[in-house]
Each structure stands twice: as C-alpha cells, then as structure tokens.
C-alpha cells in the first residue's frame, strides 16, 4: 500500500496576532509549508481547511482556496473540535492513497484571542456540550473538564499539584521555542497560586486563547520533490465515542485507547517502540487522561513519570517538544495541528529545540469536544 509522507510544515508564532484575520493567518501558514515542501500553488491538487470561530464561513476550503490562489481538483472542510487537524491530515493520506490527490495542502488558523471577545469563545465552545441539559445550565468546556479532573483525582489518588507538573513540563519547554504564547518559566507553587478557573482547574491548568495558523503538505511518495524531507505516515486511527460528557463511555478515555491501538497496528509498532509523543494537552488533566490511555503511562502516573524526567527533551521519551497548547498556545483547529507539526520538524531534525536523541519514530494523538473524538497517527523519519 502507498505510504503517504508529510514534505512541508508550517507554523506562524501564537499569540496575539492583530491585525491578521483567518485567511491572512492560513496564508502564512500555507506559504511557509510550500516554501519547506520545494512547491509551488499550482503543485497543489488537494485542500483541507479546518473551520475557524472567527470566521465561520459555509465554504471557507473554497474561500481560502480563492484567497490564497489555489484551484484545486478536491477541496473540503473539516470539523471534529480539537481532532480536526489530525484528522485532516489523515483524510489527506487516504485521498493520496486512493488516488484522488497527489499533494494535498492540510491548513488550519484564525484569530481567536484578537479576533472576538473572551465570552464570545466561551459561548461558542460551550456548544460541545449537551443543548438541553449541559448549556442551558451555564457550563463551559472548563466546566467540563473540571468534573473530568474531579473523577480522575479521586479515581487514581492524585493530587492537584501532580496534575501541575504537566503544566510546568510544557512550560520549560515552550521557554526556549520561537514564537510560544507563553514562555515565562513556572513552578507547581505558581500554577497551584494561579487564578481558579473551574475547582480543581486554576488558569495555570488551561491552555491560552491564542492566535495563529498551522500548515502541513501530504504527498504521494512518487510526487516527493527532489531535495524535500520526507517524513511518512504509517499508521492512523480514530474514535469517536460519544459528543456529550453526560453520554461518556467508562473509562472516559476509551477512544484514546482504540484510536492508538489502530494506528500503531497499521504501523506495525508497539507503544513502547515510540521515541516522541505530540499529544492535545488542552488541560492539564487532559494531557494525563490521554497519556495513560494511550498506554505510555500506567493509571495515575503521568505526572510522576513527568516528574523523572522521562518526557524531558533529554529524556527517553520527549513531549511535546514545542510547549504544547498549554504553553505554544491554542489557536483552535492550529492548536491541534501544532504537535504535528513540531514532531515532523523533530523526526526531520529541523525542530528549533532538537531532543537529544534525535526520534526517528513518533505518536500524535489529538482530541475533540470532552475526550469526545479521537485520531492517533504515526510518524517515521525517512533516513
């Protein structure tokens, strides 16, 4: 079977970005990634978009294709919350496989901090939750996440300040990584001091609201550029086990499990045969959720395992090398995309912070809506 490859990344720095809109951020995405890949617009016959909260537009593939001076033979948008960019690129490897497209340009951005009010994304991304049951009643996607951490500190014995050390693990991370939202170092002390958000999340617990774009080119190994870096696709999974938390299966990272499980199986790997991870860390308790479904940590470990040492970028196992949406910063659809990004530019030994031991083999793993959707790929340097 054809193995797809990822031959050009783009990421703009997350922040606040103003006076750049949705397209204007894709765009310099987009343009970075094709100037990586070797490629020109016209070399481009696929496009996925994610959607965007800033600029919610019926037809934004099309739209942002116009915008950005494509014209492509298969265009689509795509929407599973904070999944979506994996999932993009992995519908993008099933487009090459099939024939539909030979290089497809995967591109994700919008302005969510300079672009609406605070309220007005917590209104919006409130709608994960139940319509009549969950809105209604004023919970917001912290809210949701609250009762996830609750059940999960009381369910493995885990302190508050355990669930800190993954904010502080992606905070030293981000502190030396061009363009991080947030890159003042920080201490378990400071995240327990740090606003309360939703009991027991404080705000040092959440990712920031950031601006920013995220682009990725998925191609056909016998449409590879000559002088391109490869880094192939060789595994993918997905699960989707519920949209509402009131409707979670137990346990309720259940999907993160299946998802992984089908990608290292298509990949012919083994967990343990992984040497870099990019998971989605909206929260902190999500990063741990993830993490021990996954099977990288035994129940109620993440945290210790963190503390050792061992998802240090000189560690056995590296996370999230760029800081993570807790630390890069969460730019909706881009969010996501980031940990991609970043393990393709790590695999391919154009990561700004290098781990010491240079991966050659890496899983990424994002969720949408409450641990609602899931899609795991895997990664292969081509050496």
């Given at each position: 079977m054809t193995t797809p490859a990822i031959i050009g990344t783009g990421l703009t720095p997350f922040g606040r970005l103003e006076p750049?809109?949705?397209l204007d951020l894709m765009s310099r995405a987009a343009e970075v990634a094709l100037a990586d890949a070797g490629l020109e617009r016209g070399d481009v016959d696929g496009l996925l978009t994610g959607y965007s909260t800033t600029h919610p537009h019926l037809m934004l593939s099309t739209l942002f294709a116009e915008y950005f001076g494509l014209q492509p033979?298969?265009?689509?948008?795509?929407?599973?919350?904070?999944a979506t960019g994996l999932a993009m690129v992995d519908l993008a490897r099933r487009l090459v496989q099939s024939g539909a497209a030979k290089r497809v340009l995967v591109v994700a951005g919008e302005n969510r901090l300079s672009g609406q009010s605070r309220d007005q994304t917590i209104q919006t991304?409130?709608?994960?939750?139940d319509p009549d049951h969950e809105v209604p009643n004023g919970a917001a996607v912290p809210a949701y996440y609250a009762l996830l951490a609750s059940h999960y500190l009381a369910e493995t014995g885990c302190?508050?300040?355990?669930?800190?050390?993954?904010?502080?693990?992606m905070r030293s991370h981000a502190m030396n990584y061009p363009g991080a939202h947030l890159t003042k170092a920080v201490s378990v002390a400071d995240v327990m001091a740090s606003k309360p958000i939703a009991t027991p999340l404080k705000q040092l617990d959440c990712c920031p609201i950031s601006d920013?774009?995220?682009a990725v080119l998925?191609?056909?190994p016998?449409?590879?550029?000559?002088?391109?870096?490869?880094?192939?696709i060789t595994g993918g999974g997905?699960?989707?086990t519920h949209q509402h938390v009131s409707m979670a299966p137990e346990p309720i990272n259940l999907g993160a499990t299946q998802a992984s499980r089908a990608a290292l199986r298509e990949a012919g790997r083994r967990i343990g045969d992984m040497e870099l991870l990019g998971i989605y860390d909206s929260f902190t308790v999500t990063l741990a959720e993830l993490l021990e479904g996954i099977g990288v940590c035994e129940r109620g470990h993440s945290a210790a395992d963190a503390r050792e040492g061992r998802f240090s970028l000189d560690g056995p196992l590296p996370l999230n090398p760029h800081g993570g949406l807790l630390s890069y910063g969460h730019a909706g659809v881009a969010g996501g995309m980031s940990h991609l990004v970043e393990a393709v530019r790590q695999l391919s030994g154009r990561s700004p912070t290098p781990a010491a031991r240079g991966p050659g083999l890496a899983l990424v793993h994002a969720d949408g809506g409450v641990l609602s959707s899931h899609v795991s790929l895997v990664l292969e340097a081509t050496r």
């Open positions: 750049a809109d949705t033979a298969y265009a689509h948008g795509v929407q599973v919350g904070g991304l409130a709608q994960v939750g302190t508050e300040e355990d669930m800190a050390e993954l904010s502080v693990l920013g774009a995220a998925v191609c056909h016998d449409a590879v550029p000559d002088g391109a870096v490869a880094t192939r997905q699960a989707h």
